[in-house]
């Protein structure tokens, strides 16, 4: 066996016995091309790249936090993603930090690339920065990075008071994951240290944020991008990331709380689907299947394959409009109407029931079509273009930014629960985007939807198959070549799917 075939299959078989299943991300290219018929639904072929006050001090123990400080502390839309700045090392270097609640490792730039301004210089912070002599790597389902791990002093300009020692991985090469437009230059992964490479032993932000600081193990989020058009230049949206509780004036109504089903991910359980007020009368384990998360670092909500196929045979039912062609449910397409005409009264809203705390329960978020029928860019004057906000997935439903736009979100971990309510800036024209309702009985439902179907069966058979192959490969290889094969890491499903920032427009 010639020498590099070995080790290609080596690093093939090392992907697949990881149980990875890449999946491509799919960007709009923005090289648009419209032509100047227009019709009530015009689609056109877009080119598609294999390049995202004292109430609420209360829940504050310590009395040392104050939430309003850090309102509007974000930056960002759902299409390149949601950040907050940071100031790292000694002096303090200013840098914008995308906001991930589907990772764990909090990473920076620190050698220049050609797509953000500036990164991270830790020979300017001598006196603080710790280099640990230990190599680390994060592969998203979008590009992935390569880096050391270190320590330095991080402060939050608008976060909780202090300065403090932070784990920070220092990006020194990467493949994708820097994207032009983009305006930050690091992330923060707020998931659990079990998503944490090189291993859960490098305790993440949120985790070292709270035993440092004694702030209560909570942290909630709003993201305001809900109705803006998703490619325009500058940064209009924004939010909030409340750091230690939640915030009374960044909601209306009740807090709807859902268990988190493990902590890893923050993993949840859906129990039911509905498009208009129509149920899609799935097995609900199938609304889970591998499993269900919400994560900021997602632009859509993503759905299980049969999920997905049985929404747009839903709405295309219910919109109104006989002549979608496939490609705009696949993504591959935009939708463009008549500047001013805007589309969203042909379609239905989407409801998604998830698990009350009381587990013969369940309450209901509702989109309206504003949030997942999303405007892209104003194309030549005269037309308005929308993309499909929901894409088909094969590692699970993902509660993405589409969704989170809608609620503000507590991710409550003291408890071991999320929580919606329903967003103060998930409005247009006075007009509300976002519905929550409940309780309503969760009896019509098996009493444990998740992890039922872990995956696809065919791709089971395949996984199965090529792994026996690599096994072979592998013995081989280890015996010809003495060569040190560990697996990567104990949880090695974890690495294919934190899939940051998806579908980003530039
Ligand atoms: C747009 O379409 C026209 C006609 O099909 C083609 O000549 C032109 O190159 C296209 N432009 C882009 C940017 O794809
Ligand atoms: C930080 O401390 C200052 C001065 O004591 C205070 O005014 C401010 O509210 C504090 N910020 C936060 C987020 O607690
Ligand atoms: C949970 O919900 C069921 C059904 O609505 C109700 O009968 C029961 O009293 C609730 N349990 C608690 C502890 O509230
Ligand atoms: C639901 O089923 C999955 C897989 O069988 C199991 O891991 C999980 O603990 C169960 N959850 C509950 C609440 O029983």
């Known amino acids: ?13 090392l992907s697949v016995s990881d149980g990875s299943i890449l999946v491509p991300l799919r960007l709009f290219s923005g090289n648009f091309n419209f032509s100047s018929a227009v ?10 790249t294999a390049d995202g006050s004292g109430l609420s001090l209360a829940s504050d123990p310590t009395g040392t936090v104050n939430f309003l400080d850090m309102v509007n502390n974000l930056k960002g839309d759902s299409g390149r993603g949601y950040y907050i700045e940071l100031s790292i090392g000694t002096p303090g270097q200013k840098m914008n930090i995308l906001v991930d609640t589907g990772s764990s490792n909090f990473a920076v730039a620190a050698a220049p690339h050609p797509f953000i301004t500036h990164f991270f210089n830790t020979a300017l912070s001598s006196s603080s920065y710790q280099y640990t002599g230990q190599g680390v790597a994060v592969r998203y389902t979008q590009g992935n990075w390569n880096g050391e791990l270190g320590m330095d002093l991080v402060s939050i300009p608008e976060g909780p008071n202090g300065t403090f020692p932070i784990n920070i991985a220092a990006i020194l090469s990467s493949e994708g994951f820097f994207l032009p437009d983009i305006n930050w230059q690091g992330i923060l992964g707020l998931a659990y240290p079990l998503l944490a490479r090189p291993d859960p032993s490098v305790t993440p932000f949120f985790d070292s944020l709270v035993q440092q600081l004694g702030i209560p193990d909570i942290f909630s989020l709003q993201m305001c991008g809900a109705g803006l058009s998703a490619s325009s230049t500058v940064d209009a949206a924004g939010g909030s990331l409340i750091m230690g509780g939640t915030e009374s004036t960044l909601y209306t109504g009740p807090v709807w709380y859902t268990p988190i089903v493990e902590e890893w991910y923050y993993q949840v359980e859906v129990l039911k689907l509905e498009v208009g007020n129509q149920n899609l009368e799935l097995d609900c384990k199938e609304y889970n299947t591998d499993k269900a998360i919400v994560d900021s670092g997602t632009t859509l909500l993503r759905l299980p394959v049969n999920v997905f196929n049985a929404l747009v045979t839903a709405i295309t039912r219910s919109s109104l409009i006989q002549e979608f062609s496939s490609g705009f449910w696949d993504g591959t397409k935009l939708a463009c109407w008549m500047k001013g005409e805007t589309p969203w009264r042909f379609f239905p809203k989407l409801s998604l029931y998830l698990r009350a705390t009381n587990s013969s329960q369940s309450f209901r978020l509702t989109i309206l079509p504003q949030l997942y029928i999303q405007q892209i860019t104003d194309v030549d004057g005269t037309l308005d273009c929308f993309r499909f906000g929901v894409s088909s997935s094969v590692n699970g439903l993902v509660i993405g930014a589409t969704v989170m736009e809608g609620f503000y979100v507590v991710f409550d971990r003291a408890q071991r629960r999320l929580g919606f309510a329903l967003s103060n800036c998930a409005v247009s024209a006075g007009l509300p985007l976002s519905e929550i309702a409940g309780p309503f009985s969760a009896a019509d439902v098996a009493s444990n939807c998740s992890g039922g179907v872990r995956n696809e069966p065919v791709l089971w058979v395949i996984s199965y198959a090529l792994i026996a192959v690599c096994a ?4 081989v290889l280890l015996l010809l070549l003495v060569v040190p094969c560990r697996r990567r890491n104990s949880f090695g499903e974890i690495t294919d799917e934190s899939s940051l920032v998806r579908h980003r427009i530039k």
């Open 39 to 48: 019709g009530l639904v015009a689609l056109r072929q877009v080119a598609l």
């Open 1 to 13: 066996m010639a020498p590099p075939a070995a080790l290609l299959a080596l690093s093939f078989c």
């Open 472 to 475: 072979l490969v592998l013995i």
